[in-house]
Protein backbone atom coordinates (compact mmCIF):
# COMPACT_ATOMS: atom_id res chain seq x y z
CA UNK A 1 0.00 0.00 0.00
CA UNK A 2 3.03 2.65 0.67
CA UNK A 3 4.74 1.29 -2.71
CA UNK A 4 2.77 4.15 -4.34
CA UNK A 5 3.72 4.29 -8.87
CA UNK A 6 5.89 7.04 -9.98
CA UNK A 7 2.54 8.12 -11.88
CA UNK A 8 0.53 8.62 -8.55
CA UNK A 9 3.36 10.28 -6.87
CA UNK A 10 3.69 12.74 -10.23
CA UNK A 11 -0.04 13.50 -9.86
CA UNK A 12 0.07 13.92 -6.14
CA UNK A 13 2.75 16.63 -6.14
CA UNK A 14 1.30 18.37 -9.05
CA UNK A 15 -2.08 18.51 -7.20
CA UNK A 16 -0.50 20.26 -4.23
CA UNK A 17 2.02 22.27 -6.15
CA UNK A 18 -0.92 23.68 -8.40
CA UNK A 19 -3.00 24.34 -5.11
CA UNK A 20 0.15 26.44 -3.81
CA UNK A 21 0.23 28.53 -6.90
CA UNK A 22 -3.49 29.16 -6.81
CA UNK A 23 -3.43 29.99 -3.11
CA UNK A 24 -0.32 32.50 -3.17
CA UNK A 25 -1.92 35.39 -4.52
CA UNK A 26 -3.80 35.69 -1.01
CA UNK A 27 -0.40 36.07 0.24
CA UNK A 28 1.18 38.45 -1.96
CA UNK A 29 1.39 42.10 -0.97
CA UNK A 30 -0.83 44.79 -3.34
CA UNK A 31 2.26 46.04 -5.00
CA UNK A 32 3.52 42.97 -6.40
CA UNK A 33 -0.17 41.82 -7.30
CA UNK A 34 -0.48 45.03 -9.69
CA UNK A 35 2.30 43.61 -11.74
CA UNK A 36 0.94 40.29 -11.86
CA UNK A 37 -1.69 39.14 -15.06
CA UNK A 38 -5.10 40.03 -13.88
CA UNK A 39 -6.50 36.73 -14.66
CA UNK A 40 -4.11 35.76 -11.54
CA UNK A 41 -3.48 38.31 -9.53
CA UNK A 42 -7.37 38.36 -9.18
CA UNK A 43 -7.83 35.23 -8.12
CA UNK A 44 -8.19 36.61 -4.44
CA UNK A 45 -10.60 35.26 -1.31
CA UNK A 46 -13.49 37.56 -1.13
CA UNK A 47 -13.88 39.06 2.59
CA UNK A 48 -17.50 39.11 3.88
CA UNK A 49 -19.64 41.95 4.71
CA UNK A 50 -18.93 41.40 8.21
CA UNK A 51 -14.84 41.77 7.80
CA UNK A 52 -14.73 43.70 4.87
CA UNK A 53 -17.43 46.43 5.85
CA UNK A 54 -20.47 47.21 3.63
CA UNK A 55 -24.02 47.48 3.35
CA UNK A 56 -27.13 45.25 5.22
CA UNK A 57 -30.78 46.49 3.28
CA UNK A 58 -33.91 44.71 4.64
CA UNK A 59 -36.35 45.10 1.31
CA UNK A 60 -40.40 45.07 2.39
CA UNK A 61 -41.50 43.67 -1.33
CA UNK A 62 -44.93 44.72 -2.44
CA UNK A 63 -46.32 41.59 -3.01
CA UNK A 64 -50.15 42.97 -2.51
CA UNK A 65 -50.04 45.72 -5.41
CA UNK A 66 -48.78 42.72 -7.73
CA UNK A 67 -52.13 40.76 -6.97
CA UNK A 68 -53.91 43.97 -7.25
CA UNK A 69 -52.70 44.52 -10.69
CA UNK A 70 -53.08 40.87 -11.75
CA UNK A 71 -56.66 41.30 -10.98
CA UNK A 72 -56.82 44.40 -12.70
CA UNK A 73 -55.69 42.73 -15.83
CA UNK A 74 -57.75 39.81 -15.41
CA UNK A 75 -61.03 42.07 -15.85
CA UNK A 76 -59.84 42.50 -19.22
CA UNK A 77 -59.71 38.94 -20.05
CA UNK A 78 -63.10 38.35 -18.47
CA UNK A 79 -64.61 40.76 -20.65
CA UNK A 80 -62.87 39.44 -23.60
CA UNK A 81 -63.91 35.64 -23.21
CA UNK A 82 -68.03 36.36 -21.99
CA UNK A 83 -68.23 38.80 -25.20
CA UNK A 84 -66.53 35.80 -27.33
CA UNK A 85 -69.44 33.42 -25.96
CA UNK A 86 -72.30 36.23 -26.11
CA UNK A 87 -72.78 37.44 -22.61
CA UNK A 88 -73.18 40.87 -21.59
CA UNK A 89 -71.64 41.89 -18.35
CA UNK A 90 -73.40 44.59 -16.77
CA UNK A 91 -69.98 45.12 -14.16
CA UNK A 92 -66.95 43.70 -13.59
CA UNK A 93 -64.81 45.05 -10.55
CA UNK A 94 -61.55 44.21 -9.38
CA UNK A 95 -60.98 44.67 -5.76
CA UNK A 96 -57.66 43.74 -3.87
CA UNK A 97 -57.03 40.68 -5.51
CA UNK A 98 -60.47 39.46 -6.10
CA UNK A 99 -62.93 40.34 -9.70
CA UNK A 100 -66.51 40.50 -8.96
CA UNK A 101 -68.65 39.79 -12.36
CA UNK A 102 -72.20 40.55 -12.44
CA UNK A 103 -73.92 39.65 -15.97
CA UNK A 104 -77.20 40.99 -17.36
CA UNK A 105 -79.60 38.02 -17.91
CA UNK A 106 -79.01 35.70 -15.07
CA UNK A 107 -80.52 32.74 -18.04
CA UNK A 108 -76.68 33.11 -19.34
CA UNK A 109 -75.69 32.23 -15.51
CA UNK A 110 -74.30 28.40 -16.07
CA UNK A 111 -72.68 29.25 -19.08
CA UNK A 112 -71.00 32.53 -17.59
CA UNK A 113 -69.56 29.89 -14.91
CA UNK A 114 -68.55 27.71 -17.41
CA UNK A 115 -66.34 30.38 -19.46
CA UNK A 116 -65.06 31.53 -16.55
CA UNK A 117 -63.86 28.29 -14.73
CA UNK A 118 -62.59 27.71 -18.26
CA UNK A 119 -60.06 31.30 -18.03
CA UNK A 120 -57.53 29.72 -15.34
CA UNK A 121 -57.91 26.40 -13.50
CA UNK A 122 -55.96 28.28 -10.18
CA UNK A 123 -58.70 30.51 -10.31
CA UNK A 124 -61.43 29.91 -7.94
CA UNK A 125 -65.01 30.36 -8.99
CA UNK A 126 -67.70 31.71 -6.52
CA UNK A 127 -71.69 32.08 -7.84
CA UNK A 128 -72.32 34.25 -5.40
CA UNK A 129 -76.26 35.47 -6.57
CA UNK A 130 -77.96 33.92 -10.10
CA UNK A 131 -76.16 36.72 -11.98
CA UNK A 132 -73.08 37.46 -10.07
CA UNK A 133 -69.94 35.88 -9.72
CA UNK A 134 -66.62 35.59 -7.11
CA UNK A 135 -63.23 34.80 -8.37
CA UNK A 136 -59.66 34.35 -7.06
CA UNK A 137 -57.12 32.66 -7.02
CA UNK A 138 -56.38 30.28 -4.56
CA UNK A 139 -54.48 30.03 -1.83
CA UNK A 140 -52.03 27.57 -2.89
CA UNK A 141 -51.34 29.36 -5.99
CA UNK A 142 -51.49 32.76 -4.12
CA UNK A 143 -48.28 31.29 -1.92
CA UNK A 144 -46.32 30.60 -4.81
CA UNK A 145 -46.81 33.56 -6.85
CA UNK A 146 -45.70 35.28 -3.53
CA UNK A 147 -42.82 33.03 -3.92
CA UNK A 148 -42.18 33.34 -7.06
CA UNK A 149 -42.21 37.42 -7.20
CA UNK A 150 -39.82 36.58 -4.13
CA UNK A 151 -37.58 34.84 -6.30
CA UNK A 152 -37.56 36.93 -9.12
CA UNK A 153 -36.81 39.74 -7.20
CA UNK A 154 -33.57 38.20 -5.96
CA UNK A 155 -32.60 37.67 -8.93
CA UNK A 156 -33.22 40.82 -10.65
CA UNK A 157 -31.01 42.62 -7.65
CA UNK A 158 -28.80 40.46 -8.27
CA UNK A 159 -27.74 41.04 -11.67
CA UNK A 160 -28.37 44.48 -11.25
CA UNK A 161 -25.73 44.54 -8.62
CA UNK A 162 -23.23 42.29 -10.52
CA UNK A 163 -23.55 44.59 -13.56
CA UNK A 164 -22.30 47.61 -11.51
CA UNK A 165 -19.33 45.93 -10.46
CA UNK A 166 -19.63 45.09 -6.87
CA UNK A 167 -18.47 41.25 -6.45
CA UNK A 168 -20.47 38.43 -3.65
CA UNK A 169 -23.33 40.08 -2.89
CA UNK A 170 -25.95 37.93 -0.50
CA UNK A 171 -29.46 38.08 -0.97
CA UNK A 172 -32.06 36.26 0.75
CA UNK A 173 -35.54 35.54 1.51
CA UNK A 174 -36.74 36.61 5.24
CA UNK A 175 -40.35 36.29 6.41
CA UNK A 176 -43.15 36.37 3.90
CA UNK A 177 -42.67 39.45 2.23
CA UNK A 178 -38.82 40.56 2.67
CA UNK A 179 -35.32 40.22 1.22
CA UNK A 180 -31.88 40.70 2.66
CA UNK A 181 -29.61 42.28 0.55
CA UNK A 182 -25.79 42.46 1.58
CA UNK A 183 -23.19 43.70 -0.33
CA UNK A 184 -20.07 43.54 0.78
CA UNK A 185 -16.95 46.48 0.00
CA UNK A 186 -19.47 48.96 -0.83
CA UNK A 187 -18.13 52.37 -1.38
CA UNK A 188 -21.37 54.33 -2.33
CA UNK A 189 -24.41 53.26 -0.44
CA UNK A 190 -25.99 56.29 -1.77
CA UNK A 191 -25.73 54.52 -4.77
CA UNK A 192 -26.49 51.01 -4.19
CA UNK A 193 -30.12 51.94 -2.97
CA UNK A 194 -30.71 53.96 -6.02
CA UNK A 195 -30.00 50.42 -7.69
CA UNK A 196 -32.02 48.13 -5.43
CA UNK A 197 -34.80 50.30 -4.84
CA UNK A 198 -35.39 51.32 -8.21
CA UNK A 199 -38.40 49.32 -9.43
CA UNK A 200 -37.96 50.13 -12.83
CA UNK A 201 -41.21 48.72 -13.81
CA UNK A 202 -42.03 49.84 -17.40
CA UNK A 203 -45.62 49.27 -18.85
CA UNK A 204 -47.27 50.72 -21.47
CA UNK A 205 -50.39 51.89 -21.31
CA UNK A 206 -53.05 53.79 -23.63
CA UNK A 207 -53.57 57.17 -22.42
CA UNK A 208 -57.14 58.15 -21.43
CA UNK A 209 -58.27 60.70 -24.31
CA UNK A 210 -61.58 61.41 -22.68
CA UNK A 211 -59.92 62.76 -19.48
CA UNK A 212 -59.68 66.51 -18.94
CA UNK A 213 -57.61 68.05 -16.45
CA UNK A 214 -59.36 69.07 -13.31
CA UNK A 215 -61.70 66.74 -13.74
CA UNK A 216 -62.20 62.86 -12.09
CA UNK A 217 -60.80 59.92 -13.51
CA UNK A 218 -62.81 56.97 -15.21
CA UNK A 219 -62.75 54.28 -13.40
CA UNK A 220 -60.62 52.39 -16.09
CA UNK A 221 -58.03 54.73 -15.52
CA UNK A 222 -55.51 56.10 -13.31
CA UNK A 223 -54.30 59.75 -12.64
CA UNK A 224 -50.86 59.10 -13.06
CA UNK A 225 -47.65 62.47 -12.86
CA UNK A 226 -45.58 63.40 -15.93
CA UNK A 227 -41.85 63.63 -15.52
CA UNK A 228 -41.99 66.62 -14.94
CA UNK A 229 -45.06 66.82 -12.36
CA UNK A 230 -43.06 64.17 -10.55
CA UNK A 231 -39.91 66.25 -10.53
CA UNK A 232 -41.78 69.62 -9.21
CA UNK A 233 -43.76 67.53 -6.60
CA UNK A 234 -40.38 66.06 -5.13
CA UNK A 235 -39.02 69.89 -4.95
CA UNK A 236 -42.38 70.29 -2.82
CA UNK A 237 -42.17 67.33 -1.05
CA UNK A 238 -38.51 67.71 0.29
CA UNK A 239 -39.89 71.40 1.56
CA UNK A 240 -42.65 70.05 3.05
CA UNK A 241 -42.64 66.51 4.10
CA UNK A 242 -43.24 65.29 7.53
CA UNK A 243 -40.60 63.88 9.80
CA UNK A 244 -42.04 60.53 9.66
CA UNK A 245 -42.49 60.21 5.88
CA UNK A 246 -38.91 58.44 4.30
CA UNK A 247 -40.20 58.80 0.55
CA UNK A 248 -42.71 60.12 -1.69
CA UNK A 249 -44.89 57.63 -3.38
CA UNK A 250 -45.98 58.56 -7.21
CA UNK A 251 -49.36 57.29 -7.19
CA UNK A 252 -49.95 59.65 -4.70
CA UNK A 253 -48.64 62.92 -6.00
CA UNK A 254 -51.63 64.18 -8.35
CA UNK A 255 -53.73 63.78 -4.94
CA UNK A 256 -51.25 65.67 -3.30
CA UNK A 257 -49.26 68.32 -5.40
CA UNK A 258 -50.90 70.58 -8.02
CA UNK A 259 -48.70 69.44 -10.36
CA UNK A 260 -48.63 67.93 -14.49
CA UNK A 261 -50.39 64.55 -14.34
CA UNK A 262 -51.86 62.53 -16.98
CA UNK A 263 -54.72 60.03 -16.94
CA UNK A 264 -53.70 56.50 -18.37
CA UNK A 265 -55.92 53.38 -18.82
CA UNK A 266 -55.43 51.13 -15.51
CA UNK A 267 -54.28 47.87 -18.06
CA UNK A 268 -51.06 47.04 -19.33
CA UNK A 269 -50.94 46.60 -22.88
CA UNK A 270 -47.12 45.54 -22.85
CA UNK A 271 -45.04 45.13 -19.63
CA UNK A 272 -41.35 45.02 -19.07
CA UNK A 273 -41.32 41.47 -19.16
CA UNK A 274 -41.27 41.79 -22.38
CA UNK A 275 -38.52 43.49 -22.65
CA UNK A 276 -35.52 41.79 -24.25
CA UNK A 277 -32.88 44.53 -24.29
CA UNK A 278 -32.02 47.94 -23.89
CA UNK A 279 -29.31 50.74 -24.40
CA UNK A 280 -28.11 54.13 -24.27
CA UNK A 281 -27.73 56.20 -27.18
CA UNK A 282 -28.81 59.54 -28.92
CA UNK A 283 -31.38 60.53 -31.07
CA UNK A 284 -29.44 61.18 -34.53
CA UNK A 285 -31.71 64.10 -35.10
CA UNK A 286 -32.00 66.21 -32.14
CA UNK A 287 -28.67 64.55 -30.64
CA UNK A 288 -30.39 63.73 -27.22
CA UNK A 289 -29.67 61.09 -24.67
CA UNK A 290 -32.58 58.42 -25.08
CA UNK A 291 -33.02 54.18 -24.41
CA UNK A 292 -33.71 52.06 -27.03
CA UNK A 293 -35.55 48.62 -26.56
CA UNK A 294 -36.53 45.50 -28.00
CA UNK A 295 -38.76 43.52 -27.20
CA UNK A 296 -39.68 39.88 -27.50
CA UNK A 297 -41.78 38.11 -30.34
CA UNK A 298 -44.74 38.42 -27.64
CA UNK A 299 -44.44 41.95 -26.96
CA UNK A 300 -43.17 42.97 -30.56
CA UNK A 301 -46.97 41.03 -31.64
CA UNK A 302 -49.03 43.09 -28.50
CA UNK A 303 -47.02 46.42 -29.49
CA UNK A 304 -47.55 46.08 -33.36
CA UNK A 305 -51.38 45.25 -32.91
CA UNK A 306 -51.73 48.06 -30.33
CA UNK A 307 -50.67 50.93 -32.22
CA UNK A 308 -52.51 49.54 -35.17
CA UNK A 309 -55.86 50.11 -33.50
CA UNK A 310 -54.73 53.28 -32.26
CA UNK A 311 -53.23 55.75 -34.64
CA UNK A 312 -53.12 59.12 -33.78
CA UNK A 313 -54.09 58.48 -29.75
CA UNK A 314 -51.38 59.03 -27.33
CA UNK A 315 -48.99 56.17 -25.89
CA UNK A 316 -48.19 56.11 -22.43
CA UNK A 317 -44.87 55.13 -21.34
CA UNK A 318 -45.06 54.76 -17.54
CA UNK A 319 -41.76 53.99 -15.39
CA UNK A 320 -42.33 52.78 -11.79
CA UNK A 321 -45.95 54.44 -11.89
CA UNK A 322 -44.76 57.88 -14.01
CA UNK A 323 -45.09 58.66 -17.17
CA UNK A 324 -41.72 59.26 -18.55
CA UNK A 325 -43.59 60.59 -22.05
CA UNK A 326 -46.69 60.08 -23.88
CA UNK A 327 -45.80 59.78 -27.87
CA UNK A 328 -48.85 60.34 -30.47
CA UNK A 329 -48.95 57.01 -32.43
CA UNK A 330 -48.27 58.07 -36.07
CA UNK A 331 -48.16 54.84 -37.84
CA UNK A 332 -48.07 51.09 -36.60
CA UNK A 333 -44.72 50.09 -34.86
CA UNK A 334 -44.26 46.48 -35.68
CA UNK A 335 -40.75 46.15 -35.54
CA UNK A 336 -40.28 44.88 -32.43
CA UNK A 337 -38.20 47.53 -30.97
CA UNK A 338 -38.70 51.62 -29.84
CA UNK A 339 -37.13 54.24 -28.16
CA UNK A 340 -38.02 56.24 -24.64
CA UNK A 341 -37.43 60.29 -24.50
CA UNK A 342 -37.74 62.57 -22.21
CA UNK A 343 -35.20 64.99 -20.55
CA UNK A 344 -32.74 62.61 -19.46
CA UNK A 345 -28.82 63.18 -18.95
CA UNK A 346 -26.45 60.36 -20.16
CA UNK A 347 -26.00 59.58 -16.39
CA UNK A 348 -29.66 58.87 -16.38
CA UNK A 349 -30.09 57.12 -19.78
CA UNK A 350 -27.12 54.70 -18.80
CA UNK A 351 -28.35 54.32 -15.11
CA UNK A 352 -32.17 53.63 -17.18
CA UNK A 353 -31.12 51.05 -19.46
CA UNK A 354 -28.85 49.02 -17.03
CA UNK A 355 -32.08 48.54 -14.95
CA UNK A 356 -34.13 47.63 -17.94
CA UNK A 357 -31.41 45.41 -19.02
CA UNK A 358 -31.33 43.88 -15.38
CA UNK A 359 -35.12 43.30 -15.50
CA UNK A 360 -37.53 44.72 -13.69
CA UNK A 361 -38.43 44.34 -10.56
CA UNK A 362 -41.83 42.71 -9.96
CA UNK A 363 -43.14 44.28 -7.37
CA UNK A 364 -41.94 47.82 -5.16
CA UNK A 365 -39.29 47.19 -3.38
CA UNK A 366 -39.47 49.70 0.20
CA UNK A 367 -36.08 49.83 2.41
CA UNK A 368 -37.82 49.33 5.68
CA UNK A 369 -33.93 48.62 7.36
CA UNK A 370 -30.76 49.81 6.54
CA UNK A 371 -27.29 49.36 8.21
CA UNK A 372 -23.70 50.14 6.98
CA UNK A 373 -21.11 47.90 8.58
CA UNK A 374 -17.46 49.78 8.93
CA UNK A 375 -14.71 48.28 8.05
CA UNK A 376 -13.03 48.92 10.99
CA UNK A 377 -14.85 46.12 12.35
CA UNK A 378 -14.29 44.07 10.11
CA UNK A 379 -10.37 44.69 10.50
CA UNK A 380 -10.33 43.76 14.44
CA UNK A 381 -12.66 40.75 13.73
CA UNK A 382 -9.53 39.41 11.08
CA UNK A 383 -6.59 40.87 13.79
CA UNK A 384 -8.59 38.42 16.18
CA UNK A 385 -9.36 35.23 13.80
CA UNK A 386 -5.51 35.92 12.44
CA UNK A 387 -4.27 35.60 16.29
CA UNK A 388 -6.47 32.50 17.03
CA UNK A 389 -5.88 30.99 13.81
CA UNK A 390 -1.98 31.25 15.00
CA UNK A 391 -2.06 30.40 18.71
CA UNK A 392 -4.20 27.11 17.20
CA UNK A 393 -1.93 25.95 14.94
CA UNK A 394 1.25 26.58 17.20
CA UNK A 395 -0.40 24.11 20.28
CA UNK A 396 -1.45 21.72 17.70
CA UNK A 397 2.11 21.66 15.96
CA UNK A 398 3.19 21.32 19.87
CA UNK A 399 0.96 18.70 20.64
CA UNK A 400 1.75 16.49 17.32
CA UNK A 401 5.43 16.58 17.89
CA UNK A 402 5.23 15.70 21.52
CA UNK A 403 2.79 13.05 20.93
CA UNK A 404 4.41 11.13 18.15
CA UNK A 405 8.08 12.29 17.83
CA UNK A 406 9.96 14.76 15.74
CA UNK A 407 9.32 12.32 12.65
CA UNK A 408 5.73 11.69 12.41
CA UNK A 409 4.59 14.55 14.16
CA UNK A 410 6.38 16.14 11.30
CA UNK A 411 4.71 14.48 8.69
CA UNK A 412 0.91 15.21 9.96
CA UNK A 413 2.13 18.88 10.62
CA UNK A 414 3.37 19.34 6.85
CA UNK A 415 0.06 17.94 6.43
CA UNK A 416 -1.87 20.34 8.20
CA UNK A 417 -0.53 23.03 6.25
CA UNK A 418 -1.01 21.52 2.83
CA UNK A 419 -4.49 21.25 3.78
CA UNK A 420 -4.85 25.16 4.95
CA UNK A 421 -2.54 25.41 1.46
CA UNK A 422 -5.65 23.21 -0.38
CA UNK A 423 -8.34 25.46 1.31
CA UNK A 424 -7.18 28.78 0.04
CA UNK A 425 -6.81 27.54 -3.27
CA UNK A 426 -10.27 25.84 -3.20
CA UNK A 427 -11.78 28.90 -1.75
CA UNK A 428 -10.25 31.54 -4.95
CA UNK A 429 -11.30 29.60 -7.25
CA UNK A 430 -15.00 29.19 -6.01
CA UNK A 431 -15.51 32.85 -5.54
CA UNK A 432 -16.54 32.26 -1.99
CA UNK A 433 -16.77 34.70 0.65
CA UNK A 434 -14.86 34.32 3.90
CA UNK A 435 -16.64 35.91 6.94
CA UNK A 436 -15.97 35.98 10.48
CA UNK A 437 -17.94 32.36 10.83
CA UNK A 438 -15.82 30.96 8.35
CA UNK A 439 -12.32 32.15 10.06
CA UNK A 440 -14.09 30.07 12.99
CA UNK A 441 -14.48 27.00 10.57
CA UNK A 442 -10.69 27.29 9.43
CA UNK A 443 -9.76 27.47 12.69
CA UNK A 444 -11.47 24.34 13.22
CA UNK A 445 -10.01 23.11 10.08
CA UNK A 446 -6.83 23.24 11.51
CA UNK A 447 -7.49 20.35 14.04
CA UNK A 448 -9.39 18.40 11.74
CA UNK A 449 -6.87 18.24 9.47
CA UNK A 450 -4.61 16.08 11.95
CA UNK A 451 -7.54 14.49 13.56
CA UNK A 452 -7.16 11.56 10.31
CA UNK A 453 -3.38 11.37 11.17
CA UNK A 454 -4.34 10.89 14.88
CA UNK A 455 -5.86 7.97 13.89
CA UNK A 456 -3.87 6.56 11.83
CA UNK A 457 -0.78 7.07 14.21
CA UNK A 458 -2.76 5.06 16.91
CA UNK A 459 -3.64 2.20 14.81
CA UNK A 460 0.04 1.81 14.01
CA UNK A 461 1.08 1.78 17.72
CA UNK A 462 -1.47 -0.77 18.12
CA UNK A 463 0.32 -2.78 15.20
CA UNK A 464 3.57 -2.02 16.51
CA UNK A 465 2.91 -3.52 19.97
CA UNK A 466 1.23 -6.53 18.58
CA UNK A 467 4.84 -7.90 17.19
CA UNK A 468 4.23 -6.62 13.23
CA UNK A 469 7.49 -5.41 11.42
CA UNK A 470 7.18 -1.28 10.78
CA UNK A 471 6.52 -1.75 6.90
CA UNK A 472 3.64 -4.01 8.25
CA UNK A 473 2.69 -1.68 11.02
CA UNK A 474 2.16 0.91 8.78
CA UNK A 475 0.52 -0.44 5.91
CA UNK A 476 -1.88 -1.86 8.54
CA UNK A 477 -2.31 0.95 10.34
CA UNK A 478 -3.25 2.95 6.70
CA UNK A 479 -5.79 0.02 5.72
CA UNK A 480 -7.65 -0.36 8.90
CA UNK A 481 -8.15 3.24 9.63
CA UNK A 482 -9.15 4.63 6.35
CA UNK A 483 -12.80 2.96 6.72
CA UNK A 484 -12.93 4.93 10.41
CA UNK A 485 -11.69 7.89 8.60
CA UNK A 486 -14.48 7.91 5.74
CA UNK A 487 -16.98 7.65 7.77
CA UNK A 488 -16.35 10.67 10.57
CA UNK A 489 -15.64 12.72 7.75
CA UNK A 490 -18.71 12.09 5.67
CA UNK A 491 -21.08 12.43 7.82
CA UNK A 492 -19.74 15.69 9.26
CA UNK A 493 -19.51 16.88 5.74
CA UNK A 494 -23.11 15.71 5.34
CA UNK A 495 -23.66 17.92 7.92
CA UNK A 496 -21.53 20.69 6.59
CA UNK A 497 -23.60 20.42 3.02
CA UNK A 498 -27.07 20.71 5.07
CA UNK A 499 -26.15 23.99 6.62
CA UNK A 500 -24.86 25.39 3.44
CA UNK A 501 -28.19 24.19 2.01
CA UNK A 502 -30.37 25.01 4.44
CA UNK A 503 -28.80 27.96 5.95
CA UNK A 504 -28.34 31.61 5.33
CA UNK A 505 -25.21 34.01 6.40
CA UNK A 506 -23.23 33.29 8.95
CA UNK A 507 -23.90 29.73 9.44
CA UNK A 508 -23.20 29.33 4.70
CA UNK A 509 -19.90 30.90 5.99
CA UNK A 510 -19.07 28.48 9.06
CA UNK A 511 -20.54 25.44 6.44
CA UNK A 512 -18.02 26.75 3.24
CA UNK A 513 -14.85 26.41 4.90
CA UNK A 514 -15.69 23.61 7.34
CA UNK A 515 -17.32 21.12 4.54
CA UNK A 516 -13.53 22.48 2.11
CA UNK A 517 -11.47 21.83 4.75
CA UNK A 518 -12.96 18.15 4.92
CA UNK A 519 -12.76 17.28 1.62
CA UNK A 520 -8.68 18.76 1.24
CA UNK A 521 -7.82 17.20 4.64
CA UNK A 522 -8.84 13.91 3.33
CA UNK A 523 -6.32 14.25 0.66
CA UNK A 524 -3.70 15.92 2.78
CA UNK A 525 -4.09 13.75 5.94
CA UNK A 526 -4.04 9.86 3.95
CA UNK A 527 -2.97 10.66 0.34
CA UNK A 528 -0.25 12.97 0.92
CA UNK A 529 1.04 11.67 3.98
CA UNK A 530 1.01 8.33 2.61
CA UNK A 531 3.25 9.24 -0.01
CA UNK A 532 5.90 10.86 2.00
CA UNK A 533 5.89 7.79 4.95
CA UNK A 534 6.69 5.74 1.80
CA UNK A 535 8.64 8.03 0.50
CA UNK A 536 10.47 7.82 4.01
CA UNK A 537 10.53 4.31 4.30
CA UNK A 538 11.96 3.40 1.03
CA UNK A 539 14.95 6.07 1.89
CA UNK A 540 16.04 5.04 5.07
CA UNK A 541 14.31 1.66 5.98
CA UNK A 542 14.17 2.24 9.71
CA UNK A 543 14.16 -0.86 12.00
CA UNK A 544 11.58 0.74 14.55
CA UNK A 545 8.96 2.99 14.15
CA UNK A 546 9.50 6.10 16.82
CA UNK A 547 5.59 7.00 16.96
Not at 251 to 258: T, W
Not at 449 to 476: H, T
Given at each position: ??H ?15 C ?15 H??A ?5 L ?10 V????D ?5 V ?11 V ?10 AR?IV??G??V ?5 DE ?9 L ?10 R????A ?6 E ?5 R ?9 E ?5 I??S???E??L???G ?8 P????P ?16 L????WV????V????V ?9 E ?5 E ?8 E?RA ?7 Q?Q??A???A?I?G?E????A??T???Q ?7 F??N???G ?5 VT????G?P?AI?L ?6 A ?5 A??G ?9 T??QT ?8 A ?32 VG???V ?10 I ?19 M ?6 L ?5 A ?12 N ?5 R?R ?6 R ?21 LT?LI?G ?33 R ?5 WL ?10
Amino acid sequence: MLHIPRWQTWTIFGITLFCAVLALPNLLPRSVLNHLPAWYAGNLINLGLDLRGGVHLLLDVDVRTVFRQNAINLTGTVRERLRERGIQARDIVAEGGVVTVTIRDEAQGNDAQSVLRNIDSTLTVERTAPAAFRLSYTEQEQARRRREILEQSIEVLRRRIDESGTKEPSLQIQGSDGIVVQVPGVQDPAELERIVGKTARLSFRLADIDWVPGSPVAASAVLLPTKEGWDEALRQWETQKRPEEKELRAADVCRRFQVQCQAVRRAIIVGGEDLTGANATFDQQTSQPIVGFQFNSAGGRAFCRVTTNNVGNPLAIVLDDVVISAPRINSAICGGSGIITGQFTVQQTNELALLLRAGALPATLTIVEKRTVGADLGADAIQAGLIASIVGTVLVVLFMFVAYGPIFGSFANIAMVVNMVMVFAGMSVLGASLTLPGIAGLVLTVGLAVDSNVLIYERVREEQAAGRQPMSALVAGYERALSAIIDANLTTLIAGLLMFGFGSGPIRGFAVTLSLGLVTSMFSSTIFTRMVLGWWLRTFRPRELVI
